[in-house]
């Protein structure tokens, strides 16, 4: 069950309205790391949990919370759109639609939906459910939600750096404390579950013989030139694991790939007479 309260989780009211940063905000909304993102990711990973309450608590929490976000950020682009030139370029052109694209605007904001948000990204497409991560193995899903808050935490120090407003800074600033609690959050509960799990690869439940164990630990070199990613630290180091690392020139553990022709229904391209 889900309540709605009418009250925001935080301000979002900017200085002044500015139509061509409310299109670039959408990508705090719709985009793969936006906030409709990372509500659906954590609504399915809490749903598909299974007993572990305390866990699926955490998860439908920040999911509700991020639900708010998408809440707050709809506000400020609608406010945004208040008032604004929305056809800044309307007196070189005799079409408010192509005035409003060459101003900057997002059309759909003038066209589609009345000077409110929509469900895209900045580019205006549309918010897909391919975005989003949910496994149901708990480890790999919050190490996909650390991604997904540090990828959305860049985004929103990358656009605070492109407004002077002091409104829509005060809510990216919000926003950015935000995801370094979610990101803490994720990252203390992958060091839970690892200990917990008894390891750090995912899944931790495959039996040994089902591996090529030979080929676990070692970092193979593809690469031409002096530079080489074998003298990095860490690998002189043990894997995260506890296994030894190496590191050796990469090579072919296989033999040339031959297939044979095609059935002649199905008209494939006719082999070289020599093969």
Excluded: C
Aim: no cysteine.
């Amino acid at each position: 069950m889900f309540l709605h309260r009418k009250e925001l989780q935080y301000h979002a009211k900017p200085d002044a309205p500015d139509a061509a940063y409310a299109k670039l905000l959408q990508e705090l909304i719709g985009g793969q790391y936006g906030e409709m993102t990372v509500a659906m990711q954590y609504l399915f990973q809490g749903w598909n949990t299974r007993g572990n309450e305390k866990y699926k608590d955490l998860l439908l929490d920040t999911a509700t919370e991020e639900i708010g976000h998408i809440e707050m950020l709809a506000t400020m682009v609608a406010r945004l759109l208040e008032g604004a030139p929305l056809y800044a370029q309307e007196k070189a052109t005799s079409d408010p639609v192509v005035g409003a694209i060459m101003g900057g605007m997002n059309p759909h904001h003038a066209i589609v939906s009345g000077l409110g948000a929509v469900p895209e990204n900045a580019q205006g497409i549309p918010w897909s459910a391919g975005y989003m991560v949910s496994s149901g193995n708990l480890l790999a899903d919050f190490r996909a939600n650390v991604n997904a808050e540090s990828q959305g935490r860049l985004q929103v120090a990358r656009l605070y750096s492109m407004t002077e407003d002091k409104g829509v800074k005060d809510l990216l600033s919000f926003l950015m404390a935000r995801d370094t609690m979610h990101q803490n959050q994720w990252l203390a509960a992958i060091e839970d579950l690892q200990a917990k799990e008894g390891g750090v690869i995912v899944p931790s439940t495959v039996p040994p013989e089902w591996e090529a164990s030979q080929y676990s630990h070692t970092l193979y070199d593809f690469s031409e030139g002096g530079e080489s990613s074998g003298d990095l630290p860490w690998m002189k180091e043990k894997a995260p694991d506890g296994h030894d690392f190496k590191f050796e020139q990469a090579q072919a553990f296989s033999n040339r790939p031959v297939l044979k022709p095609g059935p002649p229904e199905s008209h494939d391209t006719l082999p070289d007479e020599d093969e």
